[in-house]
């Protein structure tokens, strides 16, 4: 088999209990699982495109036949980003970015707000700004929005702000977003 199921990088129950041990089993040993067996399925007569590195190949899909593309579009993104997303899970997490990753995302997600907003077109898209901008300025309506001023959050979580933003989720009022989201 070209593409296989790589193990769990640690044991389906160690992101208990934020993400339980059936869910992890589940998800990883039948869905992820499934994409893997059905993007050899749909390379079976594909040869040289069954020893290409996943992200090669999904990164260039005209070289798949016209009638297994859609099949490989599924298959394989499904089997990239869950590989991704089992590896960028970890037991416990590393709650805060570090390094370079970390500087440049203060400088691109600074302090200011996050917003999910529909643009004029009415589409969904997530966003970020500055100062006191809001999204209203450039026409369009929010959705909602997070204060990731340090006033939001200093008191109790210092520099930990991705706890702060953790946290919130769980206090987001989603019946509101829901109105707002129809307006
Ligand atoms: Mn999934």
Redesign the pocket.
Known sequence: MPFTLAPLPYDSAALEPHIDAQTMLI?HGK??QAYVTNLNAALESQLTLQNLPIEGLIADLTKVSDATRTAVRNNGG?HY??TL?WELMTPGGAREPAGALAAEIDAGFGSGWAWLVRDKSGKLAIESTPNQDSPVMDGKHVVLGCDVWEHAYYLKYQNRRADYLAAWWNVLNWTVAGERSKA
């Open positions: 998800h869905h992820h499904g980003n869950h997303f």
